[in-house]
């Protein structure tokens, strides 16, 4: 007997004691695994005629022995993949909830069974479970035995080793049986019920009609008598084969994309979904198409409620849509039919027109995944215009969550679907601190307004509390709030909406002054000219230039810059590690603001006049307040000593 790993122990003692009262979902899971075992096998046989089988589903009860088998066709598994598959959760959909669990109270895993969690859910209704496999190319038979938490057994036998039960299934075809002996029945819980052929029947309609392989009720199993050459037996083993070729499938057979829109509940799709892509919530939205055109083909995609967890730890995931070509799995993630932009969304893709001399590295480079590509990107970007157009609330919803992936895409490759993605684009704006669209705000700003304002910081409250933002806003524009660090990237490659060039409130643009200010400007730059130039000799190197500003309302100074980069992108920049430390990332061209209106200001004056070694402590000490106050970098100890120095 071989113990189970610690943490797949851990998940089984779970499932065990699961108090969880949507125990049937076994049912659905084991399908699920025999019908992906079936397509990587139906896949196979395109070019190898040995993986050609009967393509099914066949499962019987024996109420007696309190068992139901559940037997497949598929791929089969030999001793290795019974070791790595089902003694140790490293899969999908039961890795996925181990880390659910593992993050939430495991007392309200509740609603685990909503979810893909796999082969290890049949622990809910057994006792026992014996697995009978052969791989399709293999002669050699294996027998998985488990008892639950304590361990499992592998062992290789022969096929006259088998009770009649484990090996009726396993005939000319190879595949897996899966034979389960279920609990006794208790207080809690009737477990017979599934040894009744309406409540199977019921459990395949419920959750596996759409599985695209033939799901058989096997005439009951009453007796169990394994007498080699007994006449009895031949004749009830052939009643079964001939019960087993009339007896239509419980399943209607129709993927459940293929059938029509009307027909699917919204119910349907979310399990679907859910058990298809192991998430453990419904999705945000669904889009279900059919599309004619030089390509014809169907269709249905999910928006996860949540970016996903490998995602939100920047893995590198792998991506892509399943895809089907006339019924058959070719590919089990395919990136070529979704730009990288849009990995997070899930679902397939079904085409006949898909050449079928299946290759997957000849597929890979097929103009016809281009053209589904392109159709599929503007299908789904045109259903987030409707959802946008229609409801609001949940386009906000996919927004918060996806927004970031739809921004990049419209900055990406400089930009060259920056028109197709404008008008999806949300900010969060001063106006009624709520989400806008760049058409909203046109809207507002009225044809007078020359510029869209934005400004850059970690929240909206402290931007608005920033000197230059302030001034904006104090002259009644609206302001973009961007907290995202591709946010200003995206305002350079968009540079204008409706006409409107983007601005920085950072911008010696952002405020215009009025004729008389500016003249009043004018001259008081003049008289300060001695002034500014001895700030600017004393900060060479750390500033471009210093001018006078009454834009900063009554601080004394600030920063701006002038050029490209800016000092949010400044900041941006000098955040991302650099490969080559020697290469210093670009600096704004920085340019010092002085308020002139600042008592300040009447200091330096006066110690340009009689102590330039203050005044040089006060050029430094307005510079590192400057930085400060734009969310620079600024060495405390050097300013504790300047300060101290100055005061
Ligand atoms: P998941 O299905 O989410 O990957 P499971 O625990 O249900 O996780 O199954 C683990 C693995 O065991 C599967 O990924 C598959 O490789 C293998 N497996 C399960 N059932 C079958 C089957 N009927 N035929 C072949 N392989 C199977």
């Given at each position: 007997?071989?113990?189970?790993?610690?943490?797949?122990?851990?998940?089984?003692?779970?499932?065990?004691?699961?108090?969880?009262t949507?125990?049937?979902?076994?049912?659905?899971?084991?399908?699920?695994?025999?019908s992906?075992?079936?397509?990587?096998?139906?896949?196979?046989?395109?070019?190898?005629?040995?993986?050609?089988?009967?393509?099914?589903?066949?499962?019987?009860?024996?109420?007696?022995?309190?068992?139901i088998?559940?037997?497949?066709?598929?791929?089969?598994?030999d001793?290795s993949?019974?070791?790595?598959?089902?003694?140790?959760?490293?899969?999908?959909?039961t890795?996925?909830?181990?880390?659910?669990i593992?993050k939430?109270?495991?007392?309200?895993a509740?609603q685990?069974?909503q979810?893909?969690v796999?082969?290890?859910?049949?622990f809910m209704?057994?006792?026992?479970?014996?697995?009978?496999?052969?791989?399709?190319?293999?002669?050699?038979?294996?027998?998985?035995?488990?008892?639950?938490?304590?361990?499992?057994?592998?062992?290789k036998v022969?096929?006259?080793?088998?009770?009649?039960?484990?090996s009726?299934?396993?005939?000319?075809?190879?595949?897996?049986?899966?034979?389960?002996?279920?609990?006794?029945?208790?207080?809690?819980?009737?477990y017979?019920?599934?040894?009744?052929?309406?409540?199977?029947?019921?459990?395949?309609?419920?959750y596996?009609?759409?599985?695209?392989?033939p799901?058989?009720?096997?005439?009951?199993?009453?007796?169990?008598?394994?007498?080699?050459n007994?006449?009895?037996?031949?004749?009830?083993?052939?009643?079964?084969?001939?019960?087993?070729?009339?007896?239509p499938?419980?399943?209607s057979m129709?993927?459940?994309?293929?059938?029509?829109?009307?027909?699917?509940?919204?119910?349907?799709?979310?399990?679907?979904?859910?058990t298809?892509?192991s998430?453990?919530s419904?999705?945000?939205?669904?889009i279900?198409?059919s599309?004619?055109?030089t390509?014809?083909?169907?269709?249905?995609?999910?928006?996860?409620?949540?970016?996903?967890?490998?995602?939100?730890?920047?893995?590198?995931?792998?991506?892509?849509?399943?895809?089907y070509c006339?019924?058959?799995l070719?590919m089990?993630?395919?990136?070529?039919?979704?730009?990288?932009?849009?990995?997070?969304?899930?679902?397939?893709v079904?085409?006949?027109?898909?050449?079928?001399?299946?290759?997957?590295?000849?597929?890979?480079?097929?103009?016809?995944?281009?053209?589904?590509?392109?159709?599929?990107?503007?299908?789904?970007?045109?259903?987030?215009r409707k959802?946008?157009?229609?409801?609001r609330?949940?386009?906000e919803?996919?927004?918060?969550?996806?927004?970031?992936?739809?921004?990049?895409?419209?900055?990406?490759?400089?930009?060259?679907r920056?028109?197709?993605?404008?008008d999806?684009?949300?900010?969060?704006?001063?106006?009624e601190n709520?989400?806008?669209?760049?058409?909203?705000?046109?809207e507002?700003?009225g044809?007078?307004?020359e510029?869209i304002?934005?400004?850059?910081?970690?929240?909206?409250?402290k931007?608005?509390?920033?000197?230059?933002?302030?001034?904006?806003?104090?002259?009644?524009?609206?302001?973009?709030?961007?907290?995202?660090?591709?946010?200003?990237?995206?305002?350079k490659?968009?540079?204008?909406?409706?006409?409107?060039k983007?601005?920085?409130?950072?911008?010696?643009?952002?405020?215009e002054?009025?004729?008389?200010?500016?003249?009043?400007?004018?001259?008081?730059e003049?008289?300060?000219?001695?002034?500014?130039?001895?700030?600017k000799?004393?900060?060479?190197?750390?500033?471009?230039?210093v001018?006078?500003?009454?834009?900063?309302?009554?601080h004394?100074?600030?920063?701006?810059?002038?050029?490209?980069?800016?000092?949010?992108?400044?900041?941006?920049l000098?955040?991302?590690?650099?490969?080559?430390?020697?290469?210093?990332?670009?600096?704004?061209?920085?340019?010092l603001?002085?308020?002139?209106?600042?008592?300040?200001?009447?200091?330096?004056?006066?110690?340009?006049?009689?102590?330039h070694?203050?005044l040089?402590?006060?050029?430094?000490?307005l510079?590192?307040?400057a930085?400060l106050g734009?969310?620079?970098?600024v060495?405390?100890?050097?300013?504790?000593?300047?300060?101290q120095?100055t005061?």
């Open positions: 007997m071989k113990e189970f790993k610690s943490e797949s122990k851990r998940l089984l003692e779970l499932m065990i004691n699961s108090i969880y949507n125990k049937e979902i076994f049912l659905r899971e084991l399908i699920s695994n025999s992906d075992a079936l397509d990587k096998r139906k896949f196979l046989s395109l070019t190898n005629d040995k993986a050609s089988a009967d393509f099914e589903i066949v499962i019987s009860l024996d109420k007696d022995a309190r068992t088998t559940i037997k497949d066709s598929g791929i089969g598994m001793e993949d019974l070791e790595e598959n089902l003694s140790t959760i490293a899969k999908s959909g890795l996925a909830f181990k880390q659910k593992a939430e109270n495991p007392k309200d509740g685990i069974g979810f893909g796999g082969f290890y859910s049949a209704v057994a006792k026992k479970i014996e697995v009978v496999s052969k791989k399709f190319d293999s002669k050699e038979i294996f027998l998985w035995t488990s008892y639950g938490v304590d361990g499992y057994d592998i062992k022969s096929s006259t080793q088998l009770s009649e039960k484990q009726l299934l396993l005939d000319k075809n190879g595949g897996i049986t899966i034979i389960l002996t279920l609990h006794d029945d208790d207080d809690d819980f009737r017979s019920q599934f040894l009744n052929d309406d409540t199977i029947e019921e459990l395949v309609k419920k596996s009609d759409y599985i695209r392989y799901i058989r009720l096997e005439e009951t199993i009453e007796v169990e008598v394994v007498e080699k007994s006449k009895e037996t031949k004749n009830s083993k052939k009643q079964k084969a001939k019960a087993n070729e009339t007896k499938p419980l399943n129709i993927p459940i994309w293929k059938k029509p829109k009307s027909k699917v509940k919204e119910e349907e799709l979310n399990e679907f979904y859910m298809e892509f998430d453990f419904p999705p945000l939205k669904h279900f198409a599309m004619e055109g390509i014809s083909y169907n269709t249905l995609l999910f928006i996860p409620s949540k970016l996903s967890d490998e995602f939100m730890r920047g893995e590198k995931i792998s991506y892509g849509l399943k895809l006339e019924g058959v070719v089990e993630k395919c990136s070529d039919v979704l730009p990288e932009y849009l990995s997070f969304v899930k679902g397939l079904d085409s006949s027109d898909l050449p079928l001399n299946i290759s997957r590295e000849i597929l890979q480079h097929t103009k016809h995944l281009k053209i589904i590509s392109r159709s599929l990107e503007k299908k789904i970007l045109d259903e987030f959802t946008l157009d229609n409801d609330e949940l386009y919803k996919i927004w918060r969550e996806f927004g970031t992936a739809l921004k990049f895409g419209s900055y990406e490759h400089f930009g060259v920056k028109d197709s993605l404008k999806l684009l949300l900010f969060n704006s001063s106006h709520k989400l806008t669209t760049l058409k909203e705000y046109v507002r700003a044809v007078s307004q510029y304002y934005y400004a850059v910081g970690e929240s909206a409250e931007i608005k509390k920033s000197v230059h933002c302030g001034a904006v806003l104090e002259r009644g524009y609206e302001v973009l709030f961007l907290h995202d660090k591709i946010d200003e990237f995206v305002m490659v968009l540079m204008e909406y409706g006409e409107k983007f601005l920085p409130v950072t911008s010696p643009d952002a405020v002054l009025s004729n008389d200010e500016k003249d009043e400007l004018l001259k008081e003049d008289t300060a000219k001695e002034l500014l130039t001895f700030i000799t004393h900060l060479k190197g750390k500033i471009f230039d001018r006078l500003s009454t834009k900063i309302l009554d004394a100074t600030s920063l701006t810059s002038e050029g490209e980069i800016t000092i949010e992108m400044e900041k941006v000098g955040s991302v590690p650099s490969p080559n430390s020697k290469l210093q990332p670009p600096k704004a061209k920085k340019i603001l002085i308020n002139p209106n600042h008592s300040v200001f009447q200091k330096m004056q006066q110690a340009l006049k009689d102590d070694s203050l040089r402590n006060y050029s430094d000490l510079l590192s307040l930085m734009v969310g620079l970098p060495d405390g100890g050097e300013l504790s000593e300047l300060v120095r005061i």
